[in-house]
């Protein structure tokens, strides 16, 4: 076991949180229930809660991304119109509702932004396919889905009786291959489960991408790069947990187009460490089962650059895997450390984690790759 850890930061707040974007430069945000919003500036030292949004006291907040120290997208997850966007310019002193779900059946899971000017939304089935929105927040029609201006109608994501979950904002993995801030990206994984076993489906696109037809103009005025392209959603079956409601894939994490690792099992049994991990190394074709598991219901997952590291997380415990998923070893308490500093976790991006009752972790990295 490897004795690095999480230095568990000054508490701002005791709603659960699940949301947590590192922007850089010691800038963070994250977010959770009750409408909570909160900041950093200083690389944790003092953490912010914001003003609430309008309208959003009750909301949950399960998905946020930062781009600098005043500007933020949160995404709030709930049946119908209990899924909204929100935006701020000026550090969360105020909020502009973007949008709010259109589907009144819908449940918004996870949203990427490559910009603030546009991202990606993804939800739960609606009329039987996962209901994937292109988000442009300052346009005049922010989101896009079935309609004249998009073909995601038309790419195979028929649900069959999948869903995602919205356990950390990373059901949805993307990994932009260097394309303008101003297009949709291209790499793109969604994990899933259902009654016939987990799935992650991968988006594969033509190598012609970034052509939009000159006469076509969406009402957004941002160009479709992927207005040309042949554009498809391929499904694979993955070794990890799907054997009820509760179970299935929670997080992608990729750091290429060929090399992503999943994580997940079943949060009603979080010690359970059977299928818990699964990695691919050429884009999500085929998907391995982890050697060694993490040890128990994992919620999610990234990949340290510094250390060149995997960290994965869930409630009873942090594990690492320094060959691409393959084998994973568990981070326990070192000298100094809380005794339960490496348990209960919700959301990561790294350097910081977040969990229940306003708990937010540094990650400790000098220790990190002394653990190597």
């Known amino acids: 076991m490897a004795q690095a850890q999480w230095t568990i930061q000054s508490q701002a707040t005791t709603a659960d949180l699940r949301g947590i974007d590192s ?5 963070a945000w994250a977010s959770g229930t009750n409408g909570t919003v909160l900041r950093t500036e200083d690389g944790g030292y003092l953490w912010q809660r914001c003003n609430v949004p309008p309208g959003a006291e009750k909301l949950d907040f399960r998905g946020v991304q930062g781009f600098d120290a005043n500007t933020a997208i949160v995404m709030s997850s709930g049946k119908g119109d209990l899924s909204r966007l929100y935006k701020t310019t000026d550090g969360c002193q105020s909020w502009k509702l973007v949008v709010t779900n259109p589907d009144p059946e819908g449940f918004w899971d996870t949203v990427h932004f490559d910009s603030p000017e546009v991202g ?9 396919i996962f209901a994937y929105y292109e988000v442009y927040p300052d346009a005049p029609v922010p989101i896009h889905w079935k309609a004249p201006y998009t073909r995601y109608d038309r790419m195979n994501l028929e649900a069959n009786g999948r869903a995602a ?92 187009d060929l090399v992503v690792v999943a994580v997940g099992g079943d949060y009603q049994k ?11 190394t050429n884009g ?10 993490p040890h128990g219901y994992r919620s999610a997952v ?26 994973w070893r568990a981070l326990k308490p070192g000298p100094g450390d809380d005794p339960d500093a490496d348990q209960h976790w919700n959301a ?25």
């Open 348 to 372: 990561l991006s790294l350097p910081f984690v977040v969990g229940p009752k306003g708990r937010i972790g540094l990650l400790n990295e000098d220790r990190l790759t002394s653990a190597k």
């Open 270 to 280: 979080p010690d359970d460490s059977a299928h818990t991990a699964t990695f691919t």
């Open 120 to 128: 990606e939304l993804l939800g739960d089935p609606v009329d039987g």
């Open 284 to 293: 999500g074709k085929t998907w391995q089962a982890a050697v060694t598991q």
């Open 165 to 256: 979950f919205a356990a950390s904002n990373s059901s949805l993995a993307v990994k932009p291959p260097g394309r303008p801030l101003k297009c949709v990206s291209s790499a793109m994984w969604i994990g899933t489960s259902g009654p016939n076993g987990a799935k992650i489906l991968r988006r594969e696109v033509d190598a012609t991408e970034g052509k939009p037809k000159a006469n076509k103009k969406p009402p957004h005025g941002f160009p479709f790069c992927s207005d040309d392209i042949s554009m498809r959603w391929l499904s694979a079956d993955v070794p990890v947990s799907a054997a009820t409601s509760t179970a299935g894939v929670f997080s992608i994490a990729a750091i290429s």
């Open 302 to 327: 990234a990949y340290d650059e510094v250390s060149k590291t995997w960290i994965t997380v869930g409630p009873n415990g942090t594990d690492i895997s320094t060959d691409d998923g393959r084998n």
């Open 23 to 27: 922007a850089g430069k010691g800038i």
